[in-house]
């Protein structure tokens, strides 16, 4: 988590903490909301996976290998790791959770805005720092 969560704020978020911090606490909420209902008690892995889900799309052309044997891009390390955690024996659970809040966060990050540029709508960003204050605070 520590790897990732440094190469997306050196990289992605880099002089937009802010944004760096909206992620983090969307994903939190995101998973606390979820938890319970499929009985999930810790979310650090889910965390972890959602990290690496949005810093493997920002960054899809760079290439990996899993022991040097299995070579792909960026995109897909999340379902790499999700594959040979459930080798383990691990349930998937948890790390889909984290795959699913990373997926929601990336389409509201990176992908809406410029949906709703091309397509005039009112609302530009959902993933805005100062919209976000603005409505915990009650003023939208």
Do not use: Q
């Not at 690496?52 to 290998?65: A, L, T």
């Not at 790791?81 to 966060?105: E, Q, R």
């Not at 992908?111 to 709508?121: D, F, H, M, S, T």
């Not at 959902?126 to 939208?140: F, H």
Request: a positive charge.
């Amino acid at each position: 988590m520590a790897r990732y969560c440094r190469l997306l704020e050196e990289d992605c978020f880099r002089g937009r903490t802010s944004s760096f911090v909206v992620m983090l606490l969307f994903g939190i909420g995101a998973m606390t909301a979820i938890a319970p209902f499929v009985s999930v008690h810790f979310l650090g892995s889910s965390l972890s996976f959602m990290m690496i889900y949005v810093w493997g799309r920002r960054n899809k052309h760079i290439r990996m290998s899993l022991f040097g044997l299995f070579p792909f891009t960026a995109p897909y390390l999340p379902w790499v790791m999700l594959a040979f955690s459930m080798l383990m024996g691990n349930s998937p659970t948890i790390d889909l959770i984290g795959m699913a809040v990373g997926h929601m966060y990336f389409f509201a990050e990176f992908v809406y805005p410029k949906l709703a540029e091309i397509r005039g709508w009112r609302i530009r960003r959902l993933m805005d720092p100062p919209l976000i204050l603005k409505w915990i605070c009650g003023e939208v």
